[in-house]
């Protein structure tokens, strides 16, 4: 089982932690909760909690381990993981549960941390270019120089970089592909979530979707954005009745109870580079994914 993410609503007051767990996580007795809880397996708000009685309210966030799950453990980067490399960049594919960059709680694994293991004689030259959700695995650009960072924060900025990606989605769809257009909010604090707001006051994001397949209650979607917000595809699929196999954030908790990890894939980057070259680069999903299970 899967860490499981929370954020604590239809709390009306504060509630005991082991008493409002219980009613958002209806599967799980309140004498498992406690036991997690007891055993240093809960969370709030990013700190370790081991009292039941802990009050909780609306928008706090709780993360719970379950005694059984064993700390990832992400494998050293290796020549299957580089695309390309020169003077000036690496594409290389980042696995999943791999931070973009350093976080406050495990500030050594990152991806350039990651890539500097293998390539320890450009461990002082690699800068960060751009982001993915640490679930979410593929293309990425390392940049070995500012100058080329610069070059290709400009690039990102003016949309000039083209992405896709593949989604696992719950649900079914009746369209062959379609452009979405929503404002979306910045991340909550409390709830680490986006929203779509009903006005133009938001971030504005755009994607066009492609079904790929589809069979049973899975669709597999080809997700081509044009901006770059937070969340962007995990938010704009769950409001076409679309939500990412194993999205514990805008999922459903019950549906997404067996999956792994967030079926989410940078598969594709184009874009002209430093040298003024086109370049476009692909990659498979992982094979974790086993899509014949799905689509056979």
Same mark, same amino acid.
């Not at 070059?151 to 592909?177: P, T």
């Not at 938001?202 to 080809?222: S, V």
């Not at 194993?246 to 079926?263: C, M, T």
């Given at each position: 089982?899967?860490?499981?993410?929370?954020?604590?609503?239809?709390?009306?007051?504060?509630? !005991?932690l $082991? @008493?409002?767990?219980? &009613?958002?996580?209806?599967?799980?007795?309140?004498? +498992?909760?406690? =036991?997690?809880?007891?055993?240093?397996?809960?969370?709030?708000?990013?700190?370790?909690?081991?009292?039941?009685?802990?009050?909780?309210?609306?928008?706090?966030?709780?993360k719970?381990?379950?005694?059984?799950?064993?700390?990832?453990?992400?494998?050293?980067?290796?020549?299957?993981?580089?695309?390309?490399?020169?003077?000036?960049?690496?594409?290389?594919?980042?696995?999943?549960?791999?931070?973009?960059?350093?976080?406050?709680?495990?500030?050594?694994?990152?991806?350039?941390?990651?890539?500097?293991?293998?390539f320890?004689?450009?461990?002082?030259?690699?800068?960060?270019?751009? !982001?993915? $959700? @640490?679930?979410?695995? &593929?293309?990425?650009?390392?940049?070995?120089?500012? +100058?080329?960072? =610069?070059y290709?924060?400009?690039?990102?900025?003016?949309?000039?970089?083209?992405?896709?990606?593949y989604?696992?989605?719950?649900?079914?769809?009746?369209?062959?592909?379609?452009?979405?257009?929503?404002?979306?909010?910045?991340?909550?604090?409390?709830?680490?979530?986006?929203?779509?707001?009903?006005?133009?006051?938001?971030?504005?994001?755009?994607?066009?979707?492609?079904?790929?397949?589809?069979?049973?209650?899975?669709?597999?979607?080809?997700?081509?954005?044009?901006?770059?917000?937070?969340?962007?595809?995990?938010?704009?699929?769950?409001?076409?009745?679309?939500?990412?196999?194993?999205?514990k954030?805008?999922?459903?908790?019950?549906?997404?109870?067996s999956?792994?990890?967030?079926?989410?894939?940078?598969?594709?980057?184009?874009?002209?580079?430093?040298?003024?070259?086109?370049?476009?680069?692909?990659?498979?999903?992982?094979?974790?994914?086993?899509?014949?299970?799905?689509?056979?």
């Amino acid at each position: 089982m899967n860490p499981i993410d929370i954020t604590i609503a239809n709390c009306p007051k504060k509630e !005991r932690l $082991d @008493i409002a767990l219980t &009613g958002q996580l209806p599967e799980m007795s309140r004498r +498992k909760i406690r =036991k997690i809880i007891d055993s240093g397996g809960c969370y709030l708000n990013k700190k370790r909690v081991r009292v039941a009685s802990r009050l909780v309210s609306n928008g706090d966030q709780l993360k719970l381990y379950p005694p059984n799950i064993k700390k990832r453990v992400i494998a050293p980067m290796s020549k299957k993981d580089l695309l390309f490399q020169n003077d000036d960049y690496f594409i290389v594919c980042k696995p999943r549960y791999l931070p973009s960059q350093a976080t406050r709680s495990d500030s050594k694994v990152h991806l350039c941390a990651w890539v500097a293991e293998y390539f320890p004689e450009f461990k002082s030259k690699l800068k960060l270019v751009h !982001r993915l $959700d @640490i679930e979410t695995s &593929g293309l990425m650009i390392v940049a070995l120089n500012i +100058k080329t960072q =610069k070059y290709f924060f400009e690039l990102f900025k003016s949309r000039e970089i083209q992405k896709e990606y593949y989604a696992l989605c719950h649900g079914k769809v009746f369209w062959k592909s379609k452009s979405v257009v929503d404002y979306l909010s910045k991340i909550s604090q409390h709830s680490g979530k986006v929203r779509i707001l009903t006005s133009d006051d938001g971030l504005f994001a755009k994607t066009y979707f492609e079904t790929i397949d589809q069979k049973g209650d899975f669709t597999l979607m080809n997700c081509k954005p044009s901006t770059g917000r937070s969340h962007q595809l995990r938010i704009q699929l769950e409001n076409q009745s679309l939500p990412i196999v194993g999205d514990k954030k805008y999922g459903n908790v019950i549906q997404n109870k067996s999956a792994d990890s967030l079926y989410l894939h940078a598969k594709k980057l184009s874009f002209i580079d430093p040298d003024q070259k086109e370049q476009s680069f692909e990659i498979d999903v992982p094979s974790y994914w086993d899509l014949k299970k799905y689509f056979a």
